[in-house]
T-cell receptor
Framework: LAKTTQPISMDSYEGQEVNITCSHN???????ITWYQQFPSQGPRFIIQ?????VTNEVASLFIPADRKSSTLSLPRVSLSDTAVYYC????????????WGAGTKLIIKP | NAGVTQTPKFQVLKTGQSMTLQCAQD?????MYWYRQDPGMGLRLIYY???????DKGEVPNGYNVSRLNKREFSLRLESAAPSQTSVYFC??????????????FGPGTRLTVL
């Protein structure tokens, strides 16, 4: 099962671009990389998913280098409402559908 | 669409009591999951159901049982609650296409305290 490593916490300011990097050295060939956002007292919410290179949607971009051993979630022009915990998951389908959730990155946006 | 719903939202049990957490989804997803989340931690998978009629153990299945009642509903049962099971429990559902898992949709959680 692929394990991930993320910074425990990060601070930034409103209007800045925030990049959160996740390390996943033992990613398998078929694994996808997925990021979730979680606010206090709520379930996680999907942000973005990718396999390689760059993926962009209306809220974020995901950069994955050619070796796929890391990935970077980019949040453009953050606001106070982006303060949350962000989780990087690497899917290991194998013979089951288990996903290992790390402790996540607590992002605090300051005014 | 309500998405994923869970009942109850809060529950307090005494050690040794039993209870069932209910989960339902209206997105016609094949796969459903039960997670627990302890303070300051990520989610840990308890059980999952890849499709109706199948269930499998996750990372931390001890002390729990599940039932996939139909495609919509997936329940989690604690037969004899222990203080170590104090946690927030999340149910989720997703679709799997061509061996690739899609995004999981989560319910609002059940906050369980075992005294």
């Amino acid at each position: 099962l692929a394990k991930t490593t993320q910074p425990i916490s990060m601070d930034s300011y409103e209007g800045q671009e925030v990049n959160i990097t996740c390390s996943h050295n033992n990613i398998a060939t078929n694994d996808y990389i997925t990021w979730y956002q979680q606010f206090p007292s709520q379930g996680p919410r999907f942000i973005i998913q990718g396999y390689k290179t760059k993926v962009t949607n209306e809220v974020a971009s995901l950069f994955i280098p050619a070796d796929r051993k890391s990935s970077t979630l980019s949040l453009p022009r953050v606001s106070l409402s982006d303060t949350a915990v962000y989780y990087c998951l690497v899917g290991d389908m194998g013979s089951n559908y288990q996903l290992i959730w790390g402790a996540g990155t607590k992002l605090i946006i300051k005014p | 669409n309500a998405g994923v719903t869970q009942t109850p939202k809060f529950q307090v049990l005494k050690t040794g009591q039993s209870m069932t957490l209910q989960c339902a989804q209206d997105m016609n997803h094949n796969s459903m999951y039960w997670y627990r989340q302890d303070p300051g931690m990520g989610l840990r998978l308890i059980y999952y159901s890849a499709s109706e009629g199948t269930t499998d153990k996750g990372e931390v299945p001890n002390g729990y049982n599940v039932s996939r009642l139909n495609k919509r509903e997936f329940s989690l049962r604690l037969e004899s609650a222990a203080p170590s099971q104090t946690s927030v429990y999340f149910c989720a559902s997703s679709e799997i296409t061509s061996g690739h898992y899609n995004e999981q949709f989560f319910g609002p959680g059940t906050r369980l305290t075992v005294l």
